[in-house]
């Protein structure tokens, strides 16, 4: 484990508009940040860049973000190309073998964690978004999203368990072998109901699984998404799975479903929240490439201010 903080920046703000990966690493240096989060975005051509700047000792990395690198065959930045919880064999064998590439690449640059998404319940359909329009109209509470809400529920219920089950079986091999190579797997909190794992089945995956080496990584902006529909409360969420607790990515929603903005530009309490984590937790900034550098480098300087802990 990484016995001190670190705040680190996340490669998906700016990954999509370089070609060469020094200057991309350079630009997040320039915001003020010495440790980098490799995202989902990762091209090949990125990595010599990368691998430069690394060997000059001029950062360092936090954790990768599955998969990294991005897939040749994937032309943009897409964590969910491949999923554990596919219905199509080789889809799964697909994500298995991305999954050992990125373990290897996190070990080669000394990263202690990479954060994993698992997947989603195919066989129900969409229900975040539409809530999430229905919220913006004022119409969450209506009889049309509290029915839209309770469908949702029923299903996820009904058809969790399956995907559930088809997941673990994938990921015991990747667990193995992240051991093998001394790196922690972060599970990601979602932002979606309809994705997997829910807030309820972390603990079934944890003993399921049955390594030191699974922990939860918790996304700020994903939960305050949750909350803000009804379907967590972010605090507890976060609360129950602090003995579990790996990293977590920080950016901050504008209500109701406005993620990836700077912290303390949204509706997040932070103060009630920051307190709950360990002092040598990763702080990862994970924000949209919308974000500028001016409200990022101020964002920061509050940020410092306000939870000197975290740095």
Request: include cysteine; glycine fraction near 8%.
């Amino acid at each position: 484990m990484v016995a001190r903080p670190m705040l680190s920046f996340s490669t998906c703000w700016n990954s999509g508009r370089h070609t060469d990966g020094a200057a991309m690493i350079e630009e997040i240096l320039a915001l003020g940040f010495a440790t980098v989060e490799l995202g989902h975005g990762i091209r090949v051509s990125l990595l010599a860049g990368i691998q430069r700047l690394f060997d000059e000792g001029r950062f360092r990395v936090s954790s990768l973000h599955n998969f990294c690198p991005l897939p040749l065959e994937i032309t943009g930045s897409n964590p969910d190309c491949y999923e554990f919880t596919s219905h199509r064999a080789n889809d799964r064998a697909r994500a298995l073998r991305l999954s050992r590439q990125t373990i290897d690449f996190a070990a080669k640059l000394r990263a202690p964690y990479v954060v994993f998404h698992l997947g989603r319940v195919h066989s129900m359909a969409p229900a975040t978004r539409p809530l999430i329009e229905l919220a913006r109209e004022g119409r969450l509470l209506s009889r049309e999203g509290v029915r839209a809400k309770i469908a949702a529920v029923g299903e996820r219920e009904k058809r969790g368990p399956l995907y559930v089950r088809r997941m673990l079986e994938e990921l015991k091999p990747i667990v193995a072998h992240a051991q093998e190579r001394g790196v922690f797997l972060g599970v990601e909190g979602r932002h979606s109901y309809e994705e997997v794992p829910s807030e309820r089945e972390f603990d079934e995956i944890f003993a399921a699984l049955d390594s030191p080496n699974v922990g939860y990584w918790h996304d700020f902006g994903h939960l305050q998404v949750k909350q803000n529909l009804g379907f967590a409360d972010h605090f507890e969420a976060l609360s129950s799975k602090r003995a579990r607790f790996f990293g977590a990515h920080l950016h901050d929603t504008i209500w109701p479903g406005g993620d990836h903005q700077v912290p303390g530009a949204g509706g997040i309490d932070y103060d009630r929240l920051i307190p709950l984590l360990p002092p040598n937790a990763p702080f990862v900034w994970e924000l949209s490439p919308r974000q500028t550098e001016e409200a990022i480098r101020a964002a920061l300087a509050r940020w410092k201010e306000r939870f000197p802990q975290t740095v």
